[in-house]
């Protein structure tokens, strides 16, 4: 994180311990703004990665799992990018700037990526970097969020997925959510300037409440902990729009293609809810009343109940039993519905 841009933060209130925003001095009440009121959220938790090159492009349409070619200055993409297996290594989103291609992931992924991907470079004119502490990274939502922007910034904000705005040279990205919800990555003068605007009419909050927004839309984050271990339709990522199937190839096509056409899932994303307010974490299991394994945890956070909301890749076949935490058979689990239908159209 840029020196700068966490002096801005501490302004503001945020506590840091060992340069990670923690809260603004309240997690419970952060947790309770939720969903309904504006926030304001920094998003130092994910990395950026920026690729420059005269084959930039072909380069990322080569190894990512949707159209680049669909990208524009307008138009921003969720994708994901696989092993040779149809493993997701990451998740992402993808902006196309003037000169560049943005791909905001998990900040623990980042150098695992950029050593794997640079793999594939070879003789290409492609130049990949860490930018995470060059550029500033954070998101805004709320019920009210148009109505605010409208009083304090020029232009609309964008009302389709992964559409893109400006702020000056700042590209905004509206992103999936239950309430309507953008991100932002960009030079730190220009993002300060609209950080300050908007926390005018918005509650800064923890990443912790951000990501609960995820969770409550059905978006999963793939982590260092979670990579190389579920193929996109198991995370429901082809009815996403993270995955198109007509663009060619990408490492691990076939295994996800071959599943689309010719088999079945078996596993899906799956929201849940919980009583205790106990977190778990990345890769603890679900089992079902018999002990045996249903499910394994993907993200978890506490809602603004302060009780346990979680997404996990659940076997179908076992999602309408009575499902328990394998740690606390007496944490009982109750499937949520998601934003959306896990129907793939044909």
């Known amino acids: 994180m840029l020196k700068q841009w966490q002096h801005v933060l501490i302004q503001t209130g945020a506590e840091f311990t060992d340069d990670q925003l923690i809260s603004y ?24 990665i920026r690729i420059t090159g005269e084959e930039a492009e072909d380069f990322l349409q080569a190894q990512l799992t949707n159209d680049i070619k669909q990208l524009s200055p307008n138009q921003a993409q ?19 700037t003037k000169d560049s291609y943005l791909l905001s ?79 932002t990555m960009g030079h730190l003068e220009t993002a300060t300037k609209l950080w300050n605007k908007l926390n005018v009419r918005a509650a800064p909050v923890g990443h912790e409440a951000w990501e609960y927004l995820n969770i409550l839309s059905g978006l999963p984050t793939i982590t260092e902990a979670s990579r190389e271990k ?31 056409y010719l088999g079945k899932t ?48 659940v076997k179908i076949a076992m999602a309408e039993e009575t499902l328990f935490l394998s740690k606390d058979k007496e944490v009982c689990l109750e499937i949520a519905e998601l934003p959306y239908t896990t129907e793939e159209s044909t």
């Open 25 to 48: 001095g309240n997690p419970n009440r952060e947790r309770r703004i939720m969903p309904q009121g504006n926030v304001i959220c920094d998003l130092s938790h994910l990395g950026i």
């Open 78 to 96: 969720s994708s994901a990018w696989c092993n040779p297996k149809g493993r997701v290594i990451a998740s992402c989103i993808v902006v196309k």
């Open 105 to 183: 992931l998990s900040a623990d992924l980042i150098p695992y990526v950029l050593k794997r991907l640079k793999m594939y470079v070879m003789r290409a004119k492609v130049t990949l970097e860490d930018v995470s502490n060059n550029l500033v990274h954070f998101g805004f939502s709320g019920s009210r969020i148009h109505r605010d922007w409208d009083a304090c910034c020029d232009g609309k904000l964008a009302n389709n997925d992964y559409g893109v705005s400006y702020f000056e040279d700042l590209p905004i990205i509206r992103i999936p959510s239950t309430t309507p919800r953008f991100v």
């Open 230 to 260: 579920w193929i996109p339709q198991m995370l429901n990522l082809q009815v996403l729009n993270t995955v198109n199937f007509q663009k060619g190839c990408f490492p691990g096509q076939e295994v996800v293609a071959r599943l689309k």
């Open 266 to 313: 078996k596993r899906r994303l799956y929201r849940l809810i919980t009583t205790t307010d106990q977190l778990a974490i990345t890769g603890d299991t679900i089992n079902n009343s018999a002990g045996e394994n249903a499910g394994t945890i993907l993200n978890t956070v506490l809602n603004p109940d302060g009780k346990l909301e979680l997404l996990a890749i």
